[in-house]
């Protein structure tokens, strides 16, 4: 059988058993199709979140990103993790006992403000609409790769598949198709990462492998990633290099970011009780570690698989022969295979039938005196590293298939519950809440069901149509999570007094100066040549790169809402009463729908 | 429950919370970051601890500061009589 067909089989059978649960698990009820009516078993929304917040970035970019720039990019698997601690002590089990659908209402309701709804509304849009740009459009890429149609067909199939399991099942059907997307990514990333780690240091879990022993030399792992690396003249993995001020803001915006997802926060809605909201946190997190854990291992795996692939001749001083590095004639099929795609090239500058891959900014004293033109791996996208996985460790087609259908599902999960996250902010907050707070349940219901569908079209139409600025754009997304709905959501929780004047100044603040800051560095609205200010680690207010601004916007957020609050009158008793009650878990069993 | 109790349920939240989060900026701020020059004489698997707190021991760590959180305010949601019957 021959690999397309293998693709086609297991992606197919994989969109059947998500169309199959969906039809199963259709939903009823506005708490059905916003909260899959609170009876969700805490493991399995553990699992859920886990696929909901794993998106292709995770599945496909991260190990790629992690292997190009070693200790450095450690931020994304701590700042991707450590949200979900902030998550379970400061958030979850308190909008849980809140017991709303939607994270707006929350704000709307804890500051008595249709303002701060409406912020929240707005802020919400734009986090999650920019966040599924990123994900149809990685939909689109994998099924073009594998099923060898074009981008924008792949697309209308990923939309198509969507559109029935979310609209027909809403957080119901939602939830129980990413139980399964997580099983089919989990896997998929896990096999071809055991496979590479028994090859390289014997070792079954990647997570040990990492720090042992790479047989073929004798040495550990990553000494000797750390030497081959200096010897082309790149930087060493484990070194630290950068602003350490930087590198500690970049992560704290990325941890409060997560906390602040509206997507993520209302997984937390859709469980029966405050503790298991607690609970849930914690599965949530051992199942994303299950990949976070294994991904800096495949970067440094991969890493090393690559240059010894290119110099596989070593000197009897144990460092690479760079004078003998392997033929164009002779290179192994995987790099035959993604070169037709573009990410991977080539090109043979100094004439010679050989390929010389090494830093052309720092070469080697080799470089120099024997005159090499140059560095002539000349493309190398990351996103190969975990997608070509299976062919570097020379694994059964199978498992190429396999991992088709685990970056699929990793899209299409997350995009699902982004979502979501938009159509109940249309159809609850916008219609419910604010425009005809009379309509009834059976409208509301219908109203969530085609604001879904107008959320599809637009992610598909944005997906189509991706507007250049696509990667900046979700810096933003997690600046305006970390600047805006963090800081407000918390604040509604641990200080009884916070009234809206409060909440709503340091909302503005905390987005306007994360926006503002973002904007001088990459243009207004991302539109080229308009920003103020060169995007150079020179020109960055101490240091403070735009993707790390977050986590200042969260402090003027909270020091905007303080002083504001000192200067006027606290929150009135009934919403101090009303926080008394989200602080004690007795009395959420009920779901409360207003 | 009477205010008493209330505040007093409050107070070892916020204290068990405060511990937690002292706990969780100390593995990956601390040791995966800024402290790791510190931690560079100890050396594992050619690297140090501070690069393997970066890359594994603040995610292992956040996983056990969540379930001890979740075990301990069961306890004590028992203890003050505000737990879910």
Not at chain 1, 188 to 215: C, E, K, M, R
Request: overall charge neutral; charged content about 10%.
């Amino acid at each position: 059988m021959d690999q397309f067909t293998l693709n086609l089989i297991v992606v197919g059978a994989s969109f059947a058993l998500y169309v199959g649960i969906a039809i199963w698990a259709r939903a009823g009820t506005t708490a059905d199709f916003y909260a899959a009516s609170r009876g969700v078993n805490p493991i399995v929304n553990g699992a859920a979140t886990a696929a909901d917040w794993m998106s292709a970035a995770s599945f496909i970019s991260m190990a790629g990103l992690i292997a190009f720039v070693g200790y450095g990019n450690s931020t994304f698997l701590m700042g991707w993790t450590g949200g979900y601690v902030l998550l379970a002590l400061l958030l979850a089990p308190y909008l849980r006992k809140f017991g709303r659908f939607t994270v707006p209402d929350f704000i709307g309701d804890r500051f008595y403000s249709q303002t701060a709804r409406l912020v929240a509304v707005v802020s919400l849009l734009v986090m999650s609409i920019t966040y599924v740009i990123g994900q149809m459009t990685g939909a689109g890429v994998a099924f073009s790769r594998f099923l060898e149609v074009d981008a924008s067909t792949g697309l209308f199939i990923a939309s198509t598949v969507v559109f029935i399991y979310a609209v027909l099942g809403g957080m119901k059907g939602i939830t129980y198709t990413q139980l399964a997307q997580y099983c089919v990514l989990i896997v998929a990333y896990t096999i071809p990462a055991v496979f590479i780690s028994l090859q390289l240091t014997g070792q079954f879990l990647p997570q040990i492998g990492l720090f042992s022993t790479h047989t073929e030399s004798g040495l550990p792992l990553l000494t000797k990633l750390d030497q081959v690396l200096v010897e082309l003249g790149f930087r060493d993995y484990t070194g630290h290099h950068g602003s350490t001020l930087n590198m500690v803001l970049f992560t704290m915006s990325l941890m409060i970011g997560t906390a602040g997802l509206p997507h993520v926060i209302i997984r937390f809605f859709t469980v029966p009780k405050v503790s298991d909201a607690r609970k849930s946190a914690g599965w949530a997190l051992v199942f994303i570690a299950l990949l976070y854990t294994v991904a800096p291992a495949v970067g440094a795996m991969a890493r090393l698989n690559i240059i010894t692939t290119i110099y596989p001749n070593t000197l009897a001083t144990g460092e690479l022969d760079l004078e003998n590095p392997i033929s164009y004639a002779d290179k192994p099929q995987w790099m035959v295979n993604w070169e037709q795609t573009g990410l991977l090239a080539f090109e043979d500058k100094a004439g010679d039938g050989v390929i010389r891959y090494y830093n052309e900014a720092n070469p080697p004293a080799i470089a120099t005196e024997q005159g090499w033109q140059g560095n002539e791996m000349v493309t190398f996208n990351q996103d190969i590293l975990v997608l070509a996985n299976p062919e570097i460790a020379q694994l059964p087609g199978w498992v190429i298939a396999l991992i088709a259908a685990g970056g699929l599902a990793a899209a299409l999960s997350t995009a699902a519950g982004l979502l979501l996250a938009i159509s109940s902010a249309v159809s609850h907050d916008l219609i419910k809440s604010m425009i005809n707070p009379g309509i009834s349940e059976k409208g509301e219901l219908l109203a969530a069901r085609i604001s879904m569908g107008f959320a599809i079209a637009l992610a598909t139409y944005l997906g189509l149509n991706p507007p250049g600025f696509a990667a900046q754009v979700v810096a933003l997304a997690f600046g305006l999570a970390a600047s805006s709905l963090f800081p407000a959501i918390m604040m509604g929780i641990f200080s009884k007094k916070m009234n809206s004047a409060g909440a709503v100044t340091g909302m503005l603040v905390g987005l306007g100066t994360t926006v503002l800051y973002i904007f001088t560095y990459l243009g207004w609205f991302f539109i080229p040549g308009t920003n103020m200010l060169a995007n150079t680690a020179d020109n960055w207010l101490f240091g403070i790169s735009p993707l790390s601004f977050g986590a200042v916007g969260a402090i003027l957020n909270f020091a905007a809402a303080y002083i504001v609050l000192a200067m006027t009158r606290p929150a009135p008793p009934e919403i101090q009463e009303l926080v008394e009650s989200i602080r004690v878990p007795r009395g959420a069993g009920t779901a409360q729908a207003h | 429950m009477s205010d008493k109790s209330s505040d007093a349920y409050w107070k070892a939240n916020i204290r068990i919370i405060t511990i937690s989060l002292v706990i969780w900026a100390l593995v990956s701020f601390g040791f995966g970051i800024v402290l790791r020059p510190l931690l560079s004489g100890i050396p594992i698997g050619g690297t140090d601890l501070g690069f393997w707190f970066a890359q594994q021991g603040s995610i292992l760590t956040f996983i056990v500061l969540i379930f001890y959180y979740t075990w301990y305010m069961n306890r004590l949601d028992r203890e003050y009589g505000v737990d879910e019957q």
